[in-house]
């Protein structure tokens, strides 16, 4: 009579159905493929043994069943494998201090000699044109376009060099380099003017592109986590049953994030100014323009993600798997012109990178638009590209 | 009128057969139940006809075009948690182009028919299983569907709850909604104008509750003899 206790549970009755002797017997055979017994110790007994088990194996009982749900998560196995190779090969090739071809150019005389000296030390790639003067090269370093200017008097010899303060790594490679060049020279050594960070504070440099990581966090993950959410929860069902459309479901799951990100915006402008004395010299509005730019393209990067995770747990991995990258090859910490070309390009399809460099140009240099417009284009661009991917897979139906 | 359709329904999933060539036709105001075991293909074939889920071969009513005039509640609880029982209904409300005038007017008619006008500003996740089959059923019926799939609406809610439940879809189908409800239960099903056994992604009989029972003192009890 045991067995007659426990076996309704093995079947899918409600509480009302009533059990007749007859529907037991037949539920003991579809439930348990065993011959009946009313034996209660031969039901019982395999139960004992198996708690009389040693704690040891139990124990590999726990890290086999972990291994193999990881076995069977396909996306989390595959981050696992490919998170460490990726991480040790963009750490390796992007984590460079030393800064190569810095961006320059001759002010005011040409001077073939110096040029010779400069290319032959490698740090500097010369460029052919010469800025008539002083003003016209500070208008290249603020634009971007050069990083630092050689002032050349009539006699061929440098009197003046200003280098661009707001690249922490290129400004202290560009000094290094110099003062290296000027060793055992009987010229006197050139005036070096550092502009925008004239005493080179590593915080003035970091805090625009940190900037960018901290509106990267708000958009990239709370986004992908909250579509994930939804298809966890089962909710997404719910929703899709309604009249909503799923254009209408991906623009309301991103203007949360979208309006969070902004106000995060204002208060670390804020905590960056009063704090940190990092001022915004350019246009706020420009700056909150682009923002909205480059927060369009991460949360359609955030969308994608969901897109492709199936539990918060992989969209969490495979936001970090986007991150870490963001962080390396966005030219926030490492400059991209040092990175060869076999990582640089991936540097070219984050928006971080764009905005790190907009933040910087907007914060430290006061640039406007008509400086920025290759960066707007691009995370114009991106913005498309990773939004248009993320609705095309965001399908409407379970299947 | 046939309200309801599903005609030479195939659905596979990989390798599975969910459905198998499935047929049912509910006409207008009909109550029907489909009942099965686990794996029978009850929440795969309500899918389906709701056009969630597309259909590799045949034919579905309402699917993806009539949505508007279906209430589909699915089984379990997948409304949110944190938001209060009239939060839930105002959200799902105005997804359903409801004016907020319209939806006020809509959640105090059923949650008052639903019995829970004193639990409308409680966490949807602080109430019982029962409850919270209740809220699910009033959210599905904000737009006022004719049509209504209830996919094991009562699976774990506790005996008296289903009875409360039941109360609430027999005055539907009084009321004129033309119904189809999945479940595991065998009793329950006996309340249903028209029974639909699925096994195996099979109709493997339909009739109303009496030809179905035939000799038999239960519908289960007839439904495991044919199984056997």
């Not at chain 1, 030390?121 to 370093?141: R, S, T």
């Not at chain 1, 390009?345 to 140009?361: I, K, M, N």
Request: with cysteine; proline share 5%.
């Amino acid at each position: 009579m045991v067995a007659l206790t426990i076996l309704p549970d093995l079947w899918p009755m409600g509480p009302l159905a009533l059990v007749t002797p007859r529907t037991v017997a037949d539920r003991r055979q579809v439930a348990i493929a065993e011959p009946p017994t009313t034996d209660a110790s031969a039901v019982l007994a395999p139960v004992v043994a198996h708690v009389r088990r040693p704690g040891w194996l139990r124990l590999r009982s726990l890290v086999r069943k972990e291994f193999i749900e990881i076995r069977r998560d396909r996306r989390t196995l595959a981050l696992i494998v490919a998170v460490p190779i990726f991480l040790l090969v963009i750490f390796g090739y992007a984590a460079q201090f030393e800064v190569h071809h810095i961006a320059t150019e001759l002010v005011g005389n040409d001077s073939l000699p110096l040029r010779t000296a400069l290319a032959e030390h490698g740090a500097f790639a010369v460029e052919n044109g010469v800025a008539p003067n002083v003003a016209a090269a500070e208008n290249d370093i603020r634009d971007g376009h050069v990083a630092a200017a050689v002032v050349v008097n009539r006699e061929g010899r440098p009197t003046r060099v200003l280098i661009d303060g707001s690249n922490l790594l290129v400004a202290m490679t560009a000094e290094r380099k110099l003062a290296a060049l000027q060793q055992g020279s009987a010229t006197p050594t050139p005036h070096v003017t550092v502009l925008y960070n004239p005493s080179l504070r590593s915080t003035i440099f970091m805090v625009p592109g940190l900037i960018g990581i901290i509106m990267t966090q708000v958009a990239l993950v709370l986004t992908a986590l909250g579509v994930v959410r939804e298809r966890e929860r089962g909710t997404i069902e719910q929703l899709m049953i309604t009249p909503v459309t799923k254009l209408e479901l991906m623009i309301g799951k991103t203007i949360p994030y979208l309006l969070i990100a902004l106000c995060d915006l204002c208060v670390v402008l804020l905590v960056s100014w009063q704090i940190f004395g990092v001022p915004v010299r350019g246009s706020v509005l420009l700056l909150f323009g682009e923002a909205f730019l480059f927060l369009t393209a991460t949360l359609g990067m955030g969308l994608l993600i969901s897109t492709l995770a199936r539990t918060q747990l992989q969209a969490m991995q495979m936001s970090v798997f986007v991150q870490l990258p963001q962080m390396l090859l966005s030219g926030i910490i490492f400059p991209l012109a040092a990175m060869p070309w076999s990582v640089r390009w991936l540097g070219y399809l984050l928006p971080l990178t764009y905005f790190a460099s907009v933040a910087r140009g907007v914060m430290l240099k006061g640039v406007g638009l008509s400086g920025l417009w290759p960066q707007t284009v691009a995370l114009a661009v991106l913005g498309l590209v990773y939004v248009g991917l993320a609705v095309v897979r965001f399908r409407k139906t379970l299947d | 009128m046939i309200e309801i359709l599903a005609d030479r329904v195939v659905k596979t999933f990989g390798p599975t057969r969910a459905l198998d060539r499935v047929d049912l036709a509910v006409p207008s105001g009909a109550l029907w139940g489909v009942v099965g075991a686990d794996s029978a293909g009850k929440t795969t074939l309500l899918r389906c006809i709701a056009g969630l889920l597309r259909v590799d071969a045949g034919r579905v009513l309402p699917g993806r075009a009539g949505q508007a005039r279906l209430g589909y509640s699915q089984q379990g609880f997948h409304l949110y948690s944190d938001l209060t029982v009239e939060e839930n209904v105002a959200f799902i409300g105005h997804l359903y182009g409801l004016s907020p005038a319209a939806v006020s007017a809509h959640a105090d008619e059923l949650l008052a028919f639903a019995g829970l006008s004193d639990r409308r500003s409680s966490l949807a996740g602080e109430l019982s299983g029962g409850m919270q089959q209740k809220l699910t059923l009033v959210c599905s019926l904000l737009h006022h569907p004719p049509i209504l799939l209830l996919d094991e609406p009562t699976t774990g809610v506790d005996p008296l709850s289903r009875l409360e439940f039941w109360d609430l879809v027999e005055k539907l189908h009084v009321a004129g909604s033309t119904i189809l409800l999945a479940s595991g239960y065998f009793d329950e099903v006996e309340r249903c104008d028209h029974v639909v056994y699925l096994q195996r992604g099979r109709v493997l009989a339909t009739g109303t509750p009496d030809d179905l029972r035939g000799a038999h003192s239960t519908l289960e009890a007839a439904f495991l003899e044919m199984t056997s």
